[in-house]
């Protein structure tokens, strides 16, 4: 069974920094390329950016609302993704899922905030 | 970018109707469609990619068709079970952009 499971949400003043983590398992978790989604309470899916794999020399995009500040990336040997934001805005208020478009983690909530 | 728009916003059912979706985008992409359904306070659920390849274990109600500029998802026969939002999704180029979603409420 394929499970995706988000961690390293919680509270942070805006400019501030958090990290976030997926761990993958049941699928070839090298061999897959990782999105990561957010979604601000009551709204629409916003894709946030992702990573290809190995072979595709773990290229990034972004979308142009994290750009700079966001890093996305993976450890293989872990089978985890990662996404760092840095600088953060309270506008990145949501609950963040990591995905690998088949399957979706439960998603964790960050809350920009002073 | 590209922009995903779809149709209707909302959307009133019976269980046991036959209801559309549409989901057009602002420029060709290729088939490079994705369908996802999400239940409240849930994640999302994939349901189709590639405009009509169903994902495993979906069942076969639901359908999605398309080309080019213009897409649609399609439920045969609603269930209770198909009562939520639904979104697309281009991924023919970055970024990924998704439509505003549809939500599907009972009639």
């Known amino acids: 069974e394929v499970q995706l499971v988000e961690s390293g949400g919680g509270l942070v003043r805006p400019g501030g920094s958090l990290k976030l983590s997926c761990a993958a398992s049941g699928f070839t978790f090298s061999g897959s390329g990782m999105h990561w989604v957010r979604q601000a309470s009551g709204k629409g899916l916003e894709w946030v950016g992702r990573?290809?794999?190995?072979?595709?020399?773990?290229?990034?995009a972004y979308a142009a609302s994290v750009k700079g500040r966001f890093t996305i990336s993976r450890d293989d040997s872990k089978n985890t993704a990662y996404l760092q934001m840095n600088s953060l805005k309270t506008e990145d208020t949501a609950v963040y899922y990591c995905?690998?478009?088949?399957?979706w983690g439960q998603g964790t909530l960050v809350t920009v905030s002073s | 970018d590209i922009q995903m728009t779809q149709s209707p916003s909302s959307l009133s059912a019976s269980v046991g109707d036959r209801v559309t979706i549409t989901c057009r985008a602002s420029q060709d992409i290729n088939g490079w469609l994705a369908w996802y359904q999400q239940k409240p306070e849930k994640a999302p659920k994939s349901l189709i990619y590639a405009a009509s390849s169903l994902q495993s274990g979906v069942p076969s109600r639901f359908s999605g068709s398309g080309s080019g500029t213009d897409f649609t998802l399609s439920i045969s026969s609603l269930q209770p079970e198909d009562f939520a939002t639904y979104y697309c999704?281009?991924?023919?180029?970055?970024?990924?952009?998704f439509g505003q979603g549809t939500k599907l409420e009972i009639k």
């Open positions: 995905t690998e478009r088949s399957n």
């Open positions: 999704q281009q991924y023919n180029g970055y970024p990924y952009t």
């Open positions: 990573i290809r794999t190995k072979a595709d020399n773990y290229a990034t």
